[in-house]
Antibody
Framework: QVQLVQSGAEVEKPGSSVKVSCKASGGTFSSYTINWVRQAPGQGLEWMGRIIPIFGTANYAQKFQGRVTITADESTSTAYMELSSLRSEDTAVYYC?????????????????WGRGTLVTVSS | EIVLTQSPGTLSLSPGERATLSCRASQSVSSSYLAWYQQKPGQAPRLLIYGASSRAAGIPDRFSGSGSGTDFTLTISRLEPEDFAVYYCQQYSSSPLTFGGGTKVEIK
């Protein structure tokens, strides 16, 4: 059974960067996109962007453009999300989530599998 | 950007009762690309419904989704103790993908 296994909690200082990983355990990224969604404490869900691993192409929400970089290593079935210029408002749980990508990966799809989340705390 | 507004914010019900959750979009969600997720404290969201009305694998049939265009509904026919949670709708018809603010279903 495929699981998305995320890296552990991080504590970062304002202005620094954080890189969170997401590994597909028991499976591969074939036919899927990997999305990143964050949730600030007590708040709702916010989509940050996605990557199509077989193409290596990423799409980002305008809000995070220029500050977020999503990459993937197909050989290890691992995706990464790096967020730079961190501020206190970036304190959140960051989730990776899988979406099926059939014949047309330009289409967005629902998220059928989620990682357990990585808490990133930004504090001086 | 498609803004999703969920109502009510909180729904207080007893086990066995019917729950009706609403999700309204600021513009039409094409092809009914709307999903519903359930989230319990300390857990990741779980997919319940996709395509506005299709149940995800392993989801009990007491969960049903309906709607099209700008108005969508999630119905839980008879609440079980494990159904008390927060529910989010999500549109995936256009970027940026967006979520509603959530409806908390709590025990009355």
């Amino acid at each position: 059974q495929v699981q998305l296994v995320q890296s552990g909690a991080e504590v970062e200082k304002p202005g620094s960067s954080v890189k969170v990983s997401c590994k597909a355990s028991g499976g591969t990224f074939s036919s899927y996109t990997i999305n990143w969604v964050r949730q600030a404490p007590g708040q709702g869900l916010e989509w940050m962007g996605r990557i199509i691993p077989i193409f290596g192409t990423a799409n980002y929400a305008q809000k995070f453009q220029g500050r977020v970089t999503i990459t993937a290593d197909e050989s290890t079935s691992t995706a990464y999300m790096e967020l730079s210029s961190l501020r206190s408002e970036d304190t959140a749980v960051y989730y990776c989530a899988r979406a099926f990508c059939g014949g047309d990966c330009s289409v967005y799809w629902y998220f059928d599998l989620w990682g357990r989340g990585t808490l990133v705390t930004v504090s001086s | 950007e498609i803004v999703l507004t969920q109502s009510p914010g909180t729904l207080s019900l007893s086990p066995g009762e019917r729950a009706t959750l609403s999700c309204r979009a600021s513009q039409s969600v094409s092809s009914s690309y709307l999903a519903w997720y359930q989230q319990k404290p300390g857990q990741a969201p779980r997919l319940l419904i996709y395509g506005a009305s299709s149940r995800a694998a392993g989801i009990p049939d007491r969960f049903s989704g309906s709607g099209s265009g700008t108005d969508f509904t999630l119905t839980i026919s008879r609440l079980e103790p494990e159904d008390f949670a927060v529910y989010y709708c999500q549109q995936y018809s256009s970027s940026p993908l967006t979520f509603g603010g959530g409806t908390k279903v709590e025990i009355k």
